[in-house]
């Protein structure tokens, strides 16, 4: 006679073994399971194994130790298809089943059956919105995942949140692949056919691109030129079309800071803000508050660009210049935008209690502005700030608020262009740096990648970050391998790219691999990376001064 259960696990434990008594397989089990304990497939079919989810992880990475999970991976899957869970790809959905011992439909059988209804085509399914409400359509009908995930590539992740990655173009007309372009590039046409449009979000129009680039290089062959003996007031001149031409210049500046790093860009952006401190005085009535939107994000981009170059001083004088401007304004869009920058600013500092209150300040900025997008991006911040102080629950919030600002936003529709930046591969890169810090590396490896390919090819710095920060989770968990792939690849992005805070990243990656210096792929790694140091050296000793606070590996 069996003895009375005392708890759940031995009542699941011993009808599991009075089922297989009777011949059942575990699928049955888990169908039993499903039934009579009301979960989902994949919780019926561990339990039913009579495992927790970290004995289930245990046993995933005593068979596939090239890719370890976690608890929580288990976690995400089991919780898919809810807002809190991630899907699970093929490739895993086939590796549970060999630990279940059952088939990868049974995994899935609690799914809904859509068979007997005629199916809408893929582009024009609309996801759920808030309050019942429906997003539009993506802009380009994303890959259906079982093709993707039959993709050569392994590398390849589902993104649970925004779909597939968008295809990006791996050779143009000459050729060549969009990121061995940008070491030979000399032209505006060079470096417009780098701009191609990546999903929603990530960057603006290829018109709009063009347009910012020639008023880009317009200034930028003027900038030796730019000073006030050669820029005089223009009194009595500034009209709405001086004012929205110098918007586009500061956007053209921004996409060159996003695609050659700050040292490329920096004194065509000191030149053109000597020029609209001229506009901004002289604006007329009509037209100030516009003045002083764009002189508030030219300041931004300037913080932006000497925190990147290691001068903080110098970022926090130019943060709190573009935040007055945002004041005068009266442009809680761009205060928030700013403010968030500050939290940054503090928080690399080790201020985080400072960094803590720009960062939920700027939160209560956006919810003043009708922008999601600012929304989003306070919540980005927050998150950021708390996991840097090692607040996890706190940090972990923040980006599912972030993630919900998201989904609300139609990417379709135009936005400032201070957001050119912001989309679905930078939500993914912050996710992954908020794991980093709150020493999760395999989900902070897993985020990575779907940030990397998300990202635009041309954004040559904000894809090396993300690489440098995705060597330094794959060192943690042992791929040294893959943290050396990474590693080199963020290494040779930076000879064209580079910053302080890019080259600070990556000296924290290499050394986490000091352990492994006599492996021979750390070794060759060395030899990589001394020599994309020569070819940075080389690069500054050319045509052009090099700056003084750029470091090399």
């Not at 590039?185 to 056919?193: G, K, Q, V």
């Not at 990202?455 to 995705?470: D, V």
Request: include cysteine; hydrophobic fraction near 40%; aromatic fraction near 8%.
């Amino acid at each position: 006679m069996s003895r009375k259960p005392r708890s759940l696990k031995q009542i699941q434990a011993q009808m599991a073994e009075q089922l297989r008594a009777a011949d059942k397989s575990w699928a049955d089990i888990g169908r039993e399971f499903q039934k009579r304990f009301h979960v989902n497939a994949r919780v019926a079919l561990r339990q039913a194994r009579g495992w927790t989810q970290p004995e289930a992880a245990e046993r995933w990475n005593r068979r596939w130790p090239d890719d370890p999970k976690t608890f929580k991976n288990f976690s995400y899957w089991e919780a898919w298809p809810s807002s809190t869970g991630y899907a699970p790809s093929l490739e895993v959905l086939d590796r549970m089943a060999q630990l279940y011992e059952c088939s990868v439909a049974d995994l899935l059988s609690d799914l809904d059956d859509y068979g007997a209804k005629k199916r809408p085509v893929f582009s024009q399914i609309r996801e759920p919105g808030p309050a019942g409400g429906l997003l539009p359509p993506p802009r380009q009908a994303p890959q259906p995942y079982a093709l993707a995930a039959a993709a050569p590539n392994p590398e390849v992740r589902f993104d649970p949140y925004f779909g597939a990655p968008p295809v990006k173009p791996v050779y143009d007309d000459l050729g060549a692949n969009p990121g061995e372009l940008l070491s030979s590039m000399s032209t505006a046409a060079d470096i417009s056919s780098l701009m191609e449009p990546p999903d929603g979000g990530n960057s603006l129009s290829r018109r709009s691109a063009l347009l910012n680039l020639s008023s880009l290089f317009a200034v930028a062959a003027a900038a030796p030129l730019a000073g006030e003996a050669v820029l005089p007031t223009p009194a009595g001149r500034v009209d709405p079309a001086m004012v929205e031409n110098t918007g586009l210049i500061v956007g053209g500046l921004r996409q060159q800071n996003a695609a050659l790093g700050p040292s490329a860009t920096v004194q065509t952006g000191l030149a053109v803000r000597a020029m609209m401190e001229a506009v901004v005085k002289d604006a007329p009535p009509g037209l100030t508050g516009q003045a002083w939107v764009v002189y508030g994000d030219l300041a931004h981009l300037l913080g932006w660009m000497m925190f990147n170059m290691g001068q903080d001083e110098a970022a926090r004088f130019y943060y709190d210049d573009a935040r007055k401007a945002a004041y005068q304004a009266d442009d809680y869009e761009l205060a928030a935008n700013v403010l968030a920058a500050q939290a940054h600013l503090s928080m690399s500092a080790g201020d985080h209690q400072t960094a803590i209150d720009h960062a939920q300040a700027a939160e209560e900025a956006a919810k003043r502005s009708p922008s999601r997008r600012a929304k989003a991006y306070a919540a980005d911040m927050t998150a950021r700030v708390y996991a840097s102080a090692g607040q996890g629950a706190r940090s972990l919030a923040a980006l599912e608020r972030e993630r919900r600002q998201m989904q609300r936003i139609d990417w379709a529709e135009p936005a400032a262009e201070r957001w050119g930046f912001y989309g679905p591969s930078f939500y993914w890169a912050r996710e992954s740096e908020c794991h980093l810090l709150l020493g999760h590396p395999v989900e902070a490896a897993d985020a990575g990648a779907l940030a990397q390919q998300r990202f635009n090819p041309a954004y040559l710095h904000n894809n090396a970050m993300a690489l440098a920060r995705r060597a330094q989770a794959q060192v943690q968990f042992g791929d040294v391998p893959a943290a050396c792939a990474a590693l080199a690849e963020a290494a040779r992005m930076a000879t064209l790219a580079g910053s302080v805070r890019l080259t600070t990243e990556m000296n924290r990656a290499r050394s986490q691999l000091r352990p492994y210096d006599g492996e021979t792929v750390v070794q060759a790694l060395d030899v990589r990376l001394d020599r994309y140091s020569k070819q940075r050296g080389a690069a500054g000793n050319g045509t052009g001064p090099r700056n003084s606070v750029e470091e090399v590996l």
